[in-house]
């Protein structure tokens, strides 16, 4: 019988494309070919400004009277701070009640005597994080970068997209992020931890103003601390202590010094996007574009465990038994057969692999 | 419309959020039935980006188990079923996967026609994000600013009775209106108008050329009069046409299928409907999926679908952990060892790989907990829509129901079906007796697609195929002391033996009953409790359904109540699952 299976791409070298996009509508201020390094500006858009209401009848004391006749400023138009939006005109001029912005900014709506201002937008910049070139530009709204990279997916991740060099502070997969482990050569890198954190070594990650970090698993008790942390957190296989799959560790070890792209992805739980680290490699080292790997389980296929008492474990399949297997807990389900590279062999629900491509 | 040929063999597909399957249904002896069924990872995400190519890997699936070509070497579904055997004279789909429309409510008076708008939202897949309350000391720049902030589906407002006053009203939709502009054009919402119709026409021209307007019947005509199914109805076609035909690959997916891609608890709840119209019953069709929850019943001929939106045992678990707090769900775990630390982890887990299996008994019990949890808050929504009447004369508790139907990816597939009843037990406190059906293979959803396009086929494969009677549930309501006998027990089976059990109060019994027998069964509550034949106390005799799992009687009381004690209340949950033979 065939079975199909999610996909974790862990790829040490190929061509990447990935979209740069702006939050809203905005500037994109690169071109077809340009060359991006990471901290490059792709684009600009204006972060919307804060809303600020007046009553135009209350502050010109205007009782039953038309309001409209005394506004000097037409919705769209823009309006310093200490400009007069509204006046009224009394003892012949001498002394008129007048309405002023308390804002720079622009009125943008009007309802009966209620005058609606924002407060001047924020210019923001979108920086492309991935150094390489521009292959494609959708006007306004992002760009496509392409870079010989390798790519290494995680399960989850919060925070803005960030670049860093990476370092490794966890000596194997199984360690556990701790304060001691964190020192000043994680500073403004993206860190490489193991298999958790304690919320001491979050914290110093934190100190080291770090731009990014990557464990295995995590606690979910420090889930509000890694909320509130300025950088990317990306999590490798899942929730709870977990030591991160031998394909990305030694992927990612092999990049110790060189830059990265730390993507946290979406966890929108109706269209995830998977989090990944996206790492440039010289152009010789590619085999082959990105291509799109079977989703197919078949004999030989490499598959990481993502759930149960193997779980991180990765490795070869070498079978696929016709029939279901009955489990501890009492359920029989389709499975494979997983070599690890210990030489062990273990049988695994195909519901729990994920096939490495 | 259905193709000219004659339709025997058919492929059904439901694309759920995490899982797609493909049933294969076909004439066997002049008859429709259940063949077999495929299945493979939903792929409406990166990397597939593509519904469809979910669907052909399930297919594939279905090919290497039916030995059966269904697919040419475009990859274009063969129809009709050739003299070969190969293809397949007919296709039908429903989707599940997909987000919610996400909606802000805005109206006048919270208990009246913001109630009645809240309810007819729970009946269609939407996530509530915020709501607007118009009077008091309501800012209209907190409202325009929590609309732009969230960026909505639909701006949802109601209020004002017929013939009232529309000042109001007119307020609400200029500050819509100014949201509108501040969004960029394609994420402005749409606006339904359910609320007093003399308010159309104006917020008709305030809202002109800024946001689309669809006016629907008041749900509040009349302080004493509600009506959501138009408001209802609306917004299915909201959801039909910016969610669902919105999925990437969703056209390609329709082009198959000679009728309508119908959303998946539409489909579950037009089978609910024929259950409960071909035999005269109050049925709760029960519906835990990956990323949503949904109960659909009938009682007293009349039809409510709750759904869940966001609550499921998968991609639905961190909004259920969230909603229903680490706490909630894990006062349903026994694991000595566990934390609620770890209660989290397993459930956030899960939600990364809504498709895995527990392996450890921990897993499997958090997983449970969840569907309990998912369950309890989809009912507490579902609760205001059904009546209280004969069949329901507690407020606070469900109807009796006749038939509880279990369906979905999740409580169907446990290791047994004592655990899939106890979750039901546990979330839903069904009363009364009635009898509990399963959905085994997962067949009643498309099952609501396939009488589209060959009505026979639906009803032949939903007898024969798609529902297993599992057997009676008995579940008094009254509360005693611990111990104390809440009902007398005298079954009568067809070769006239007879067993006769005092069931004591905070207990659960089985009665064996093998599938497909009926046995004479005599009920004598004690006089604090009732099993819904007229009053506290009165007892009957009721022919009875056997099956897998026999005759359950639940004597736990209504409501059920947790012991507050760590070690009371994993004593209590340990002896609850011994008694059902967990």
Redesign the interface.
């Known amino acids: ?7 974790t ?1 862990v790829v040490p070298a190929a061509l990447v494309r990935r979209e740069r996009m702006l939050p ?2 905005g500037r994109i201020v690169v071109g077809i070919d340009d060359r991006v390094d990471a901290v490059d500006i792709i684009g600009r858009y204006e972060r ?1 400004g804060k ?3 007046l009553d135009a009848r209350t502050a010109l004391r205007l009782g039953n009277r038309d309001v409209s006749e005394f506004v000097k400023k037409r919705v769209g138009e823009s309006v310093q701070r200490g400009e007069i939006i509204a006046l009224k005109p009394r003892l012949g001029n001498l002394f008129p009640r007048a309405l002023v912005s308390p804002v720079n900014g622009c009125l ?2 009007m ?1 009966d005597s ?1 005058i ?1 201002l ?1 407060s001047d937008t924020e210019e923001t910049e979108v920086r492309a994080h991935i150094s390489g070139r521009i292959v494609s530009v959708m006007p306004e709204r992002g760009a496509v970068i392409e870079t010989a990279a390798a790519l290494v997916q995680g ?2 991740g919060i925070g803005e997209m960030s670049h860093g060099v990476l370092r490794a502070v966890a000596e194997s997969p199984e360690d556990v992020l701790s304060e001691d482990k964190v020192d000043v050569s994680c500073l403004g890198a993206i860190v490489i931890g193991g298999a958790d954190a304690t919320e001491e070594g979050l914290v110093q990650v934190g100190k080291m103003q770090a731009r990014g970090l990557i464990l295995g698993g995590l ?3 420090l ?1 509000d601390r890694v909320v509130a942390l300025p950088f990317p957190v990306v999590v490798m296989e ?3 202590r977990c030591p991160m799959n031998p394909f990305a560790y030694e992927v990612l070890k092999a990049h110790v010094g060189h830059e990265a792209a730390l993507d946290p992805g979406c ?8 989090p990944e680290v996206i790492i440039p490699v010289p152009v010789s080292s590619v085999v082959a574009s990105e291509s ?1 790997p079977e ?2 389980l078949r004999e030989g296929c490499r598959v990481r465990v ?4 193997r779980r991180g474990l990765a490795g070869v399949v070498t079978a696929l038994p016709e029939y279901p297997v009955r ?5 029989s ?1 389709p499975s494979a057969e997983i070599q690890a590279d210990s030489g062990d062999r273990v049988l695994v ?1 195909v ?2 692999l ?1 096939i490495i491509g | 419309m259905a193709d000219s040929y004659a339709i025997e063999s058919i492929l059904a597909a439901d694309c759920g959020a995490s899982t797609t399957r493909v049933f294969l249904l076909d004439m066997v002896d002049d008859q429709y039935r259940f063949v077999a069924c495929g299945e493979a990872p939903t792929t409406i995400a990166a990397p597939g980006n593509d519904i469809v190519i979910g669907v052909i890997q399930a297919i594939r699936q279905l090919e290497s188990i039916t030995g059966k070509r269904f697919l040419d070497d475009e990859l274009k579904l063969i129809r009709p079923e050739r003299s070969d055997g190969s293809g397949v004279d007919a296709f039908v789909a429903t989707v599940s996967a997909g987000p919610p429309l996400r909606v802000v409510l805005a109206g006048l008076v919270p208990e009246m026609s913001v109630a009645s708008a809240r309810k007819a939202l729970t009946r269609v897949p939407t996530l509530l994000e915020g709501t607007i309350a118009l009077g008091g000391d309501s800012d209209p720049t907190e409202q325009i600013d929590l609309i732009r902030q969230i960026a909505p589906d639909v701006v949802v407002m109601v209020g004002g009775t017929e013939g009232g006053a529309v000042q109001a009203i007119g307020a609400l939709a200029d500050a819509v209106a100014l949201a509108g502009k501040l969004l960029e054009r394609e994420r402005r919402p749409e606006l339904v108008y359910a609320g007093n119709v003399n308010a159309r026409a104006l917020l008709a021209e305030k809202v002109a050329g800024v946001i689309n307007f669809h006016p629907v019947d008041n749900v509040r005509p009349r302080l004493d009069v509600e009506q959501v199914g138009p408001l209802v109805e609306e917004l299915e076609t909201l959801y039909a046409d910016r969610k669902m035909a919105r999925l990437p690959g969703f056209g390609r997916l329709s082009a198959w299928s000679p009728v309508s891609v119908v959303p998946g608890q539409r489909a579950f709840g037009q089978i609910v409907q024929f259950v409960a119209d071909q035999y005269g019953l109050n049925v709760l069709g029960v519906d835990v999926g990956s990323s949503q929850t949904v109960l659909a019943s009938v009682l007293n001929g009349e039809f409510v679908l709750t759904v869940g939106s966001g609550w499921g045992v998968g991609l639905g678990a961190a909004r259920v952990l969230s909603d229903a707090s680490a706490s909630g769900v894990s006062r349903w775990v026994i694991g000595e060892d566990a934390s609620e630390n770890e209660v989290k982890s397993i459930s956030l887990t899960k939600a990364i790989y809504p498709r895995s299996s527990a392996m450890a008994a921990l897993g499997v019990e958090v997983e449970q907990a969840l569907a309990r949890e998912a369950l309890r808050l989809t009912a507490e929504r579902a609760m205001p829509a059904w009546e209280t009447d004969t069949h329901r004369p507690y407020p606070d508790l469900a109807p009796f129901w006749d038939v509880i139907i279990l369906s979905g990816g999740f409580l169907p597939r446990q290791a047994n079906f004592a655990q899939s009843a106890l979750v039901l037990l546990d979330a839903l406190q069904p009363i009364g007796v009635c009898t509990l059906v399963v959905d085994t293979i997962g067949l009643t959803k498309v099952l609501g697609a396939v009488g589209a396009i060959q009505p026979m086929a639906a009803a032949q494969v939903l007898e024969h195929d798609a529902l297993l009677t599992l057997g009676t549930l008995i579940c008094p309501v009254g509360t005693a002391r611990e111990g104390d006998t809440a009902l007398r027990a005298r079954l009568t089976y067809p070769d006239k033996q007879v067993l006769s059990l005092d069931v004591p109060y905070g207990s659960i019994e089985v009665i064996p009953l093998e599938a497909g027998r009926k046995a004479t069964l005599e009920l004598r509550p004690s006089r604090q409790f009732d099993i819904g034949w007229g009053r506290k106390g009165r007892g009957a005799v009721a022919e009875v359904d056997g099956g897998p799992l026999g005759i359950v009687i639940d004597a736990r009381g209504r409501p059920l109540a947790l012991p507050d004690g760590q070690d009371e209340r994993r004593r209590v949950l340990q002896k609850w699952r011994w008694d059902i033979g967990y």
């Open positions: 019988m065939k079975h199909y299976c999610t996909l791409r809203t509508r919307p809303l600020v209401r943008v709506g309802s209620q609606l924002e399960a989850w606690s979910a008790d889930l899942g929730f709870g966890p929108d739980p109706w269209r995830p996007r998977r799109q989703t197919l993502v759930r149960g008492d489990y501890d807990v009492g359920v389900l629900p519901n729990n994920e």
